[in-house]
């Protein structure tokens, strides 16, 4: 049972009979948009997690040939001044 407001008076009445069905729909409504709801945030969550292991694997390749490269110059350098090195000792002799 339930009240109703009509012109500043209070009328008691019985449940409808279409209560229940009115009830559950609203309920399915109210379901259905919660779930839109979650998988809206999943989808950009999702999107996100992307998002962020493409950033991760962005800076990670960058570091890791940085890393290359100084190690290919130093080794350059390296092999540049053994070579100088040998070329030195054999016009010495």
Do not use: F
């Amino acid at each position: 049972m339930y009240y109703v407001h009509c012109n500043y008076t209070y009328t008691l009445y019985t449940m409808h009979t279409l209560q229940p069905y009115i009830l559950a729909r609203q309920r399915c409504a109210l379901r259905t948009h919660t779930l839109h709801t979650i998988y809206t945030v999943h989808i950009i969550h999702t999107v996100y997690a992307i998002y962020t292991m493409y950033a991760m694997y962005a800076i990670l390749y960058t570091l890791i040939y940085t890393i290359y490269a100084i190690c290919y110059a130093h080794s350059m350098l390296c092999i540049h001044y053994a070579l100088y090195a040998l070329y030195a000792l054999c016009m010495r002799s």
